[in-house]
C-alpha cells in the first residue's frame, strides 16, 4: 500500500471508538439476558425446593403414622417385619431424596458466583461508554490514548475475577452422592 | 432431649438438616448465619452445633472461633458442614476449634450416626 493510502491515525479512531462503543452497548444488553435468567433460574430452583422438601417430609410423617397404625393392629410376625421391612425401605429412599434435594445449596452459590462474574464483565463494558464529570472516556483522536484507555479497560479485567467476591469456588462436586465426613 | 444448632444461609438445607435430625430425635434450633448462630448460642447452650462455612457476615470459622472463647462452648462438639473439602480450610478448620468436618451433600442416615457418636 502506497502512504497516501494508509488511514491517518485520527481517521483510524473514529471507526474503531464507534466499534469498541457499540460492542459495550451489545455486550451489556446481551450480559444483562443472562443475569436476568440466571435470577430466574435461582427463584425457580428455590420455590421447586421448597415444595419438593414440603413433600418428602409429609411423605416421611405419612409413612410413620401408617407405621404406628400398623403397629398398633398387632400384626402377626411375618407380616410385623415384612411391614418393617417396607418402612426401612421407605426411610433409605427418602435419605437418598434428602442427599439429592441438597443441589439446590451448590446451585445457589454457583448462581450467586456467576452473577458476580458477570457484574464484572458489565463494569467493563460500562468503561467503554460511560461519561464520567462531562469528559468522555473514550478518547476523540490519538492512538495513544484509546491504547491507554484499552490497557486500563485489560487491568479492569483482570482485577475483576478478584474483586467478584474473592470468586474462588466453593464448589467442587461433580456428583450428588454424600460426601466425606472427617472426626478431628 | 439434646438440642443442636444448625447454622447454615441455605433455608433449604436447614429445613433439611432439621427434618433429619428431629427424626432422629433431637431438638434443633435454626440459624440463618454466623452472627444469627452465636445470638442463639448465647440465648442458650446447645449440645452440639453444625455450622455451614460460606455465609454472608460471619462465616463459619468466625463463628467457631467466637463460640470457643465463651467458656460454655469449649467442650461443645461442633461440625463444620460445607461444600469446601480443601485441606488447607480444614487445617484451619480444625485449628479454630472445629470438632469435624463434614463435605456436602450429607446423607441424613451418617449424619445422625455421626451426632450420635459424638452426643449420644
Not at chain 1, 417430609?57 to 410385623?80: F, S
Not at chain 1, 484499552?150 to 452422592?177: C, Y
Not at chain 2, 460445607?82 to 456436602?104: F, P, Q
Request: glycine share 10%; proline share 3%.
Amino acid at each position: 500500500m502506497r502512504p497516501q493510502e494508509t488511514p491517518s491515525g485520527e481517521a483510524m479512531n473514529t471507526p474503531v471508538m464507534r466499534l469498541l462503543s457499540g460492542m459495550s452497548v451489545h455486550g451489556d444488553q446481551h450480559l444483562a439476558e443472562v443475569e436476568q435468567d440466571l435470577v430466574q433460574m435461582g427463584v425457580l430452583l428455590d420455590e421447586a425446593i421448597k415444595k419438593l422438601c414440603a413433600s418428602f417430609m409429609a411423605i416421611h410423617q405419612a409413612v410413620a403414622l401408617q407405621q404406628e397404625a400398623l403397629n398398633g393392629m398387632h400384626a402377626a410376625g411375618d407380616e410385623a417385619a415384612r411391614f418393617a421391612a417396607i418402612h426401612a425401605e421407605i426411610d433409605r429412599h427418602i435419605g437418598a431424596a434428602v442427599t439429592g434435594l441438597q443441589f439446590q445449596d451448590m446451585t445457589s452459590q454457583l448462581i450467586r458466583r456467576m452473577a458476580l462474574h458477570l457484574a464484572g464483565l458489565r463494569d467493563v463494558f460500562g468503561m467503554l461508554n460511560t461519561r464520567t464529570n462531562g469528559s468522555p472516556i473514550l478518547p476523540e483522536s490519538g492512538s495513544d490514548e484509546i491504547l491507554a484507555m484499552l490497557n486500563q479497560i485489560g487491568d479492569q479485567v483482570g482485577h475483576g475475577a478478584g474483586r467478584a467476591g474473592g470468586v474462588r469456588s466453593t464448589v467442587n462436586q461433580r456428583h450428588m452422592e454424600s460426601g466425606d465426613i472427617e472426626l478431628f | 432431649m439434646k438440642t443442636i444448632l444448625a447454622v447454615d444461609d441455605s433455608g433449604s438445607l436447614r429445613h433439611m438438616l432439621s427434618f433429619s435430625l428431629k427424626a432422629a430425635g433431637y431438638g434443633v434450633i435454626e440459624a440463618v448465619d454466623g452472627q444469627d448462630g452465636l445470638a442463639k448460642a448465647k440465648q442458650q447452650t446447645v449440645d452440639l452445633v453444625l455450622t455451614d462455612q460460606n455465609m454472608p457476615g460471619m462465616d463459619g470459622l468466625s463463628l467457631i472461633k467466637a463460640l470457643r472463647a465463651m467458656k460454655n462452648y469449649q467442650s461443645v462438639p461442633i461440625l463444620m458442614l460445607t461444600t469446601e473439602s480443601g485441606d488447607d480450610i480444614k487445617a484451619m478448620g480444625r485449628a479454630a476449634g472445629a470438632s469435624g468436618w463434614l463435605v456436602k451433600p450429607f446423607d441424613p442416615a451418617r449424619l445422625t450416626e455421626v451426632v450420635k457418636k459424638l452426643i449420644g
